[in-house]
């Protein structure tokens, strides 16, 4: 039997779930079982979670759905349990190094204690100062074991389930389990408070907790917060059946009352039943209130009698509930000319058009991406939604003729955006962009991330100072209610640099449809388009933009790499989309089609690629043609931008370092050959995981048709697709 099982809910975490598993496993103390807890088998975290179970015997993986809640996750993880001791951890926080060595050894000095208090640090989401909010609370008590009665101030209520550690078999012998609730630490704590004979302390912080940016969902408005008078009812009411004598049920029965008065207190987080969720807790509050209780000094001892009496007008007047508000007009970011803030001002007014969508791409450089893909599938699947593309006006031009679009900057840009249910972007719209109730913003993302984005850009000083302010980042962020993901990576990414309360569509991305529905005809079509050779082997190149250069740098001598890779080679040019003036560059064997408008079409055009650290890598995958990464300056790129994972050690094809290297692997034809077709494949397993030919579909009949989640058509496995074909397999067909 393990001495300790570490119980960890996974729900909506993925994001840092790894760490949170790592912090368990990496402990000096190894007499563990780690139990994470997963909403299904084909959750995001359930990916995870594999990879721990594979790499480690002591990580035991149990499944608890959504509906069942934070409270049914962990119940199913204590029914797996088979520790002497239960502890329990959040998803996205740390168990901090030797904490189970040092919970060990308290444990051992105050054998048999049933609950073990410890400290624990909150930490602000963007990694500031920790507080140690429990330090104050265990300051007073003894050094030894002792029986609550000897310190009945110190209860659960204060705690949360992770900063103690739990006796089994005393969990077992009381039937304990945490209640079916929003507000389940509060019952838990209260009932293990009652339950429990032998209490002690660790004065050590042994879990770091890390606050999220959108908050708790407790503290969100909404009728779950009724619930917490459940909890208080059942705890107290739990403490009457066991007799608990008055002097340790009255702390905690004001530590419980302080709770509601708290939430009684904020009429915003009860929109409605403010007035019954008051008169039911007075009910409780004199059916509880114990033998001799004295309500505290101070403005909440006011609160305390207000309660008891069941005085609700004056609570309302005390709590200052009639506040009046301030103009939220005067705090909103507006245009900056006058007569346009006025007007997009007046259109706010307006009420929301639900046939009316608007798209952008690329800061507004034209019909492309994920945006133009979702805008052609909505005309086939949504055809009373009027749609309306933003786009710069030295763009205008290259609209196609069948796009309604509308200039950046002009009127009618602000009336469309003040009034459009839908709004779609690959990147942000402006900042001066309203968020108005009922309107619904996708952000579709325009790649897989492997460089650093959103707030991990923070600590990478160059990249940080040309992102700009966080805050400003993290408001756009706000505006979003679905997030659209390719893959199971950019689902945990994506969590962790742009945290908010949207949700993540796993549906792949658009824009990567045409590479399991090109024909034949259609590769062929674009390859005369681009001017590229009857029978020759196309070669993308596709660098990413570099923070530390001030223009485009190839990196290549181009030229010279084509006379050296073969005689049927020829380049295709795109540079980072940043560097596109509208011209083109082609010379020789190099054909420029940096400024051709559909990365898509360019892809299929060719039959290798070669890029650096673009996320174009990610996106070619899909059509399983040879890839090939050019490492000129991998360690100054991984230094100065950051990345998520160690390319090197996952490439899609063979690495190159040297222009050399490069020619030689396409003279010898390794570029193609069996190595580089395996390191495609687990490449492929990787990061192609939703890209099936249905991503505008589902978008579609999700965001705009307000379709149900299981009604939405699911993702086609990888090995049942059949990607486009490749020049080179037309030829020798």
């Known amino acids: 039997m393990p001495r300790f099982s570490i119980i960890v809910p996974s729900h909506g975490v993925a994001g840092r779930l790894s760490q949170a598993l790592d912090s368990v496993l990496g402990q000096s103390f190894g007499d563990l079982q780690l139990i994470p807890v997963c909403d299904a088998p084909d959750s ?116 949360p389930a992770w900063s103690a550690v739990y006796r089994r078999a005393f969990l077992t012998e009381h039937e304990l389990t945490f209640p079916d609730s929003h507000f389940t630490d509060l019952g838990w704590g209260g009932l293990t408070t009652v339950a429990a004979r032998r209490i002690a302390v660790l004065r050590r912080v042994v879990v770091r907790h890390r606050l999220r940016r959108q908050g708790s969902r407790l503290n969100l408005p909404g009728p779950h917060q009724h619930t917490v008078l459940d909890q208080v009812d059942l705890v107290l009411t739990r403490a009457a059946e066991r007799g608990l004598p008055a002097e340790r049920v009255r702390p905690l029965f004001e530590q419980l009352f302080t709770y509601v008065l708290r939430t009684a207190s904020r009429p915003e987080r009860l929109p409605s039943g403010h007035r019954a969720f008051f008169r039911r807790a007075a009910r409780l509050y004199r059916r509880h209130r114990p033998a001799g209780f004295r309500a505290p000094g101070g403005s909440l001892g006011v609160q305390h009698r207000l309660l008891a009496t069941g005085a609700y007008s004056a609570f309302r007047a005390l709590r200052g509930t009639n506040r009046m508000a301030t103009g939220a007009a005067g705090r909103l970011p507006r245009p900056r000319l006058v007569r346009s803030r006025l007007r997009y001002l007046r259109d706010l007014r307006r009420p929301l058009d639900p046939n009316l969508a608007v798209y952008c791409a690329y800061w507004g450089r034209g019909y492309a991406c994920n945006p133009a893909a979702i805008h052609a599938k909505a005309r086939e699947l949504a055809p009373h939604i009027r749609s309306v593309f933003l786009v ?289 494949a687990d490449f492929r397993e990787r990061f192609c995981q939703f890209d099936d030919g249905r991503a505008a579909e589902r978008v579609v009949r999700r965001v705009l048709l307000g379709e149900p989640p299981e009604s939405i058509p699911p993702v086609i496995p990888l090995a049942e697709r059949t990607p486009a074909p490749a020049a080179s397999a037309l030829v020798r067909s």
């Open 392 to 680: 710069e006006a030295d763009q205008a031009h290259a609209m196609p003729k069948d796009v309604d679009f509308a200039v950046i900057g002009s009127r009618r840009y602000w009336e469309v955006l003040a009034r459009a249910t839908y709004l779609i972007n690959n990147a942000n719209f402006a900042d001066a962009v309203v968020k108005r109730p009922g309107s619904v913003h996708l952000q579709t993302q325009h790649g897989t991330p492997l460089k650093k984005m959103g707030i991990d850009q923070a600590a990478y000083p160059v990249v940080a100072a040309a992102t700009g302010s966080f805050a400003r980042l993290l408001a756009r962020v706000d505006r979003w209610d679905f997030n659209l993901t390719s893959n199971r990576h950019s689902t945990e990414m994506w969590e962790r640099a742009f945290p908010g309360s949207h949700e993540i569509l796993e549906y792949g991305y658009p824009r990567n449809d045409v590479y399991c529905t090109a024909t034949a005809e259609d590769v062929r079509r674009i390859r005369r388009e681009l001017g590229v050779p009857e029978g020759k082997t196309a070669v993308l190149y596709a660098p990413t933009h570099r923070d530390y250069h001030t223009g485009f740098e190839t990196g290549l001598d181009l030229e010279t790499f084509a006379e050296q890779a073969g005689e049927d080679v020829v380049v295709l040019l795109r540079a980072h989309y940043f560097y596109d003036r509208g011209g083109r560059r082609s010379t020789g064997r190099i054909i420029d089609v940096t400024s051709h408008r559909s990365s898509e079409e360019v892809c299929l055009a060719a039959d290798a690629l070669i890029t650096d650290y673009s996320s174009i890598m990610f996106d070619y995958a899909n059509l399983d043609r040879p890839i090939v990464v050019y490492a000129d300056d991998w360690e100054v790129y991984r230094e100065v931008r950051g990345v998520y994972f160690d390319l090197m050690e996952l490439p899609p094809g063979p690495v190159a370092r040297t222009p050399e290297e490069l020619a030689r692997v396409f003279r010898d034809g390794s570029y193609a050959g069996a190595r580089s077709t395996a390191a495609r």
């Open 44 to 159: 995001p975290a359930a990916a995870v979670v594999a990879g721990h179970a594979a790499r480690d015997s002591r990580v035991t993986p149990v499944n608890s759905p959504p509906s069942a809640g934070l409270s049914g996750a962990r119940n199913a993880g204590m029914r797996t349990a088979t520790g002497a001791y239960v502890l329990f951890l959040d998803g996205d926080d740390l168990l901090l190094p030797g904490a189970l060595a040092a919970l060990d050894a308290r444990l051992t000095e105050t054998a048999g204690v049933d609950v073990l208090y410890a400290e624990h640090e909150r930490a602000p989401w963007w990694e500031g100062e920790p507080t140690n909010p429990a330090a104050a609370l265990l300051a007073g008590a003894p050094e030894g074991a002792f029986a609550p009665a000897d310190l009945p101030e110190l209860t659960g209520i204060p705690f």
